[in-house]
């Protein structure tokens, strides 16, 4: 009720004032009263907001630039260094080095406090900490090499509701983004670190999952070179699983199981899991953060295949990111959303947990389980009926 009053209220307003509104009037010349006003309005007004949306492929670049020079993690063994100190241990010149510290500090990426001493933030301390295999800095690398450039074409996306971003890396003939990955190392490169870490963030919280128990033979939809069937292996000493995906990621996935000695519990099939049937005699399917991938309908038609294909009281398990309608938690899976219409396929995104769950039993499974895990993922598990 109040968040209706609120939006009412921000309309009306704007109604009345928008077309009499001054960029001169909302940026006034500093003054005392000025000050008295934006400490009165701080709780209210993001004064910066646009400018930080307007102004974010340089803000990007700035912090990228910070963290593949070295700056934060020099202030993390040197806080409090000056513009000096900074420049010749970075082997850069003053002036680029000025505007770059000038940047960042607009972006609260470092803090200058008096004589010019220079400290990280709570943001940039977070850059240095290499947590999960470095995954900040592989989805850096993922976004300034791939999804940025892709991104150049979302308007065409969105207007021509087709993968326009797909296209211009890949040529107008691209079909599957995960197809043209596989055949294309410039781009593979920085993919496939990103996702192996991305997975990383709750394999162990999947692979020991009770949902597992009593399942003896596993397909993995779509698994990759297999780090998580790996990882599962690891935790239930009976199970033994295949993996499904792109016939070049099969001969990688094998090859993996055999450098990690699990050869014999984990092999690695190839074809399209989208055209081809599923294999028979398996009691448990994974789709493992693949289903974000697909539409509504698509991904109802991988269940079915899968409740045809599984024994009677297998289970299906479904491993992948969600979004919680306006819960802040989902702000990063909400524009990340877009990759999958200008990148990916044109036709995917990240669902709220119940609808998977409708998808589930809607398909014919039962005794539907949800289990919630960090970073707003979750794995749900359904049984095929007697």
Same mark, same amino acid.
């Given at each position: 009720?109040?968040?209706?009053? !609120?939006?009412?209220?921000?309309?009306?307003?704007?109604?009345?004032? &928008?077309?009499?509104?001054?960029?001169?009037?909302?940026?006034?010349?500093?003054?005392?009263?000025?000050?008295? $006003? /934006?400490?009165?309005?701080?709780?209210?007004?993001?004064?910066?907001?646009?400018?930080?949306? @307007?102004?974010?492929? @340089?803000?990007?670049?700035?912090?990228?630039?910070?963290?593949?020079?070295?700056?934060?993690?020099?202030l993390m063994k040197s806080p409090g260094a000056s513009l000096?100190?900074?420049? +010749?241990?970075?082997?850069?010149?003053?002036?680029?080095?000025?505007?770059?510290?000038?940047?960042?500090e607009a972006l609260k990426l470092v803090k200058k406090v008096?004589?010019?001493?220079?400290?990280?933030?709570?943001?940039?301390?977070?850059?240095?900490?290499?947590?999960?295999?470095?995954?900040?800095?592989?989805?850096?690398?993922?976004?300034?090499?791939? #999804?940025?450039?892709?991104?150049?074409?979302?308007?065409?996306? #969105? *207007?021509?509701?087709?993968?326009?971003?797909?296209?211009?890396?890949? &040529?107008?003939?691209?079909?599957?983004?995960?197809?043209?990955?596989?055949?294309?190392?410039?781009? =593979?490169?920085?993919?496939?670190?990103?996702?192996? $870490?991305?997975?990383?963030?709750? #394999?162990?919280?999947?692979?020991?999952?009770?949902?597992?128990?009593?399942?003896?033979?596993? @397909?993995?939809?779509?698994?990759?070179?297999?780090?998580?069937?790996?990882? #599962?292996?690891?935790?239930?000493?009976?199970?033994?699983? $295949?993996?499904?995906?792109?016939?070049? +990621?099969?001969?990688?996935?094998?090859?993996?199981?055999? =450098?990690?000695?699990?050869?014999?519990?984990?092999?690695?099939?190839?074809? /399209?899991?989208?055209?081809?049937?599923?294999?028979? &005699?398996?009691?448990?399917?994974?789709?493992?953060?693949? @289903?974000?991938?697909? =539409?509504?309908? +698509?991904?109802?038609?991988?269940?079915?295949?899968?409740?045809?294909?599984?024994?009677?009281?297998?289970?299906?398990?479904?491993?992948?990111?969600?979004?919680?309608?306006?819960?802040? =938690?989902?702000? *990063?899976?909400?524009?990340?959303?877009?990759?999958?219409?200008?990148?990916?396929?044109?036709?995917?995104?990240?669902?709220?947990?119940?609808?998977?769950?409708?998808?589930?039993?809607?398909?014919?499974?039962?005794?539907? !389980?949800?289990?919630?895990?960090?970073?707003?993922?979750?794995?749900? $598990?359904? *049984?095929?009926?007697?």
């Amino acid at each position: 009720m109040l968040s209706t009053i !609120k939006v009412n209220f921000l309309y009306w307003f704007m109604n009345k004032v &928008g077309n009499k509104i001054d960029l001169r009037k909302l940026e006034p010349v500093p003054s005392f009263s000025k000050r008295i $006003t /934006d400490f009165l309005l701080k709780p209210f007004v993001d004064r910066n907001a646009l400018n930080r949306i @307007i102004l974010g492929p @340089i803000s990007f670049k700035l912090m990228h630039s910070a963290y593949n020079i070295g700056l934060f993690h020099y202030l993390m063994k040197s806080p409090g260094a000056s513009l000096q100190d900074i420049a +010749t241990n970075l082997n850069i010149a003053i002036y680029p080095a000025e505007i770059l510290l000038n940047g960042l500090e607009a972006l609260k990426l470092v803090k200058k406090v008096k004589h010019q001493r220079y400290y990280n933030t709570m943001p940039s301390l977070l850059l240095t900490q290499d947590f999960n295999d470095k995954f900040l800095s592989k989805l850096m690398n993922y976004v300034e090499h791939i #999804i940025s450039p892709a991104m150049n074409d979302l308007q065409s996306a #969105i *207007t021509e509701n087709k993968p326009m971003g797909l296209y211009k890396l890949f &040529g107008n003939d691209a079909k599957d983004y995960y197809y043209e990955l596989s055949q294309h190392q410039h781009y =593979n490169q920085y993919f496939v670190p990103f996702m192996a $870490t991305f997975s990383k963030i709750n #394999i162990n919280s999947v692979a020991e999952s009770p949902f597992f128990k009593n399942v003896n033979r596993l @397909i993995d939809i779509g698994g990759s070179i297999g780090e998580l069937a790996i990882s #599962i292996a690891k935790h239930h000493p009976d199970i033994n699983i $295949t993996v499904f995906d792109h016939p070049q +990621t099969a001969e990688a996935a094998n090859l993996h199981f055999k =450098n990690h000695h699990y050869d014999h519990r984990l092999n690695a099939i190839g074809g /399209d899991f989208l055209k081809e049937d599923f294999p028979n &005699g398996y009691d448990g399917m994974l789709f493992s953060h693949v @289903i974000d991938i697909f =539409n509504e309908e +698509t991904n109802k038609k991988l269940f079915k295949k899968a409740f045809d294909k599984l024994i009677s009281n297998g289970k299906i398990f479904i491993y992948t990111p969600i979004v919680h309608g306006d819960h802040e =938690n989902s702000f *990063t899976y909400k524009i990340y959303n877009t990759y999958f219409l200008c990148l990916a396929n044109g036709q995917g995104q990240f669902y709220p947990p119940q609808k998977i769950i409708n998808w589930v039993k809607e398909t014919g499974f039962c005794d539907v !389980k949800l289990q919630y895990l960090p970073c707003n993922e979750i794995l749900i $598990t359904g *049984t095929k009926p007697r």
